[in-house]
């Protein structure tokens, strides 16, 4: 069992029991308020991300069927691709950790972006690499050997929640960026506008709020430019299908019920708990 005698991000002493679930115990922090799972090894989630984690039939971990969602999250790369500052003198190079099928390397690289990606699921990364034929390896960023000051931007979206040490993630993301370069981060707000989330380890091991965030960046060396409530797009399926599992603990997806219509294909723009976080290496 890892130590939980003090907070991870403010360091502050006894954190209290808050939950357990699914055998893990999720501590609180009484200084900032952080919601985490210690005890979650990379093992661990090496062994959950095998299984087929975006093609899910569990009623509450992992994309219902991330492949058929395409469109939708390509609309939400771009997005996400806008909220950097234009690189005026060369074209930024990107790492992309957690990159799934790699919609969003896709979508940099038709910026003509240099593009980088990092993924635990292999069935994920032989998509992106076959299909999409780009530059993914498996594995995760604490194994990962690239050099320092080699990357203009590294994005993790939807990804600091499942990591074991999110920590020693951002200490190594500072490594290989160059000094400048920017770290982008989408993750649940526990403090957001939407406050429904599911305490569900392996699958989340850390729950932020803007500010616990913010303060692991500026202890890290960045700054943080940008804190935005980020609205992302889900297919109107997805959309309902996420807010009925949750509500209800359902264990069965709402197509189920409604059968498949095309109507629910439509991207629809979704308030969320999660935010979108861009800061800048300083040091
Ligand atoms: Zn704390």
Redesign the pocket.
């Known amino acids: 069992m890892k130590k939980t005698e ?7 002493k006894n ?1 209290s029991e808050f939950d357990h679930k699914n055998e893990f115990t999720i501590w609180k ?6 919601l985490w799972t210690p005890d979650v090894s990379e093992d661990i989630l090496r062994e959950f991300y095998s299984k087929s984690y975006f093609k899910s039939q569990h009623h509450i971990f992992g994309y219902s069927n991330y492949i058929e969602d395409e469109e939708t999250l390509r609309i939400n790369a771009r997005y996400i691709l806008s909220e950097f500052p234009e690189f005026k003198n060369r074209l930024p190079k990107m790492l992309d950790i957690g990159c799934a099928y790699g919609f969003l390397l896709d979508e940099a690289r038709k910026l003509g972006w240099g593009t980088e990606g990092l993924e635990f699921s292999t069935e994920a990364t032989n998509y992106a690499v076959n299909k999409l034929n780009l530059n993914v390896s498996t594995g995760s960023i604490m194994q990962a050997n690239f050099p320092e000051n080699s990357f203009d931007i590294v994005t993790m979206i939807g990804v600091i929640e499942h990591l074991a040490d999110p920590i020693a993630a951002i200490r190594k993301i500072n490594k290989i960026l160059k000094l400048g370069g920017y770290l982008a981060i989408t993750t649940i707000n526990t403090k957001g506008f939407v406050r429904l989330f599911d305490l569900k380890p392996p699958e989340h091991t850390f729950y932020f709020s803007a500010k ?1 965030l913010s ?1 692991l960046l500026k202890t890290e060396n960045f700054k943080v430019m940008k804190s935005l409530p980020y609205w992302c797009f889900y297919n109107l399926n997805e959309a309902l299908d996420r807010a009925f599992r949750l509500i209800f603990k359902s264990s069965k997806r709402i197509e189920e019920f409604l059968g498949k219509f095309p109507f629910l294909k439509y991207p629809v723009k979704v308030p969320t708990n999660e935010m979108f976080v861009l800061a800048r290496k300083i040091k």
């Open positions: 003090f907070c991870p991000i403010c360091r502050k954190p922090c009484s200084g900032c308020d952080l616990n303060l």
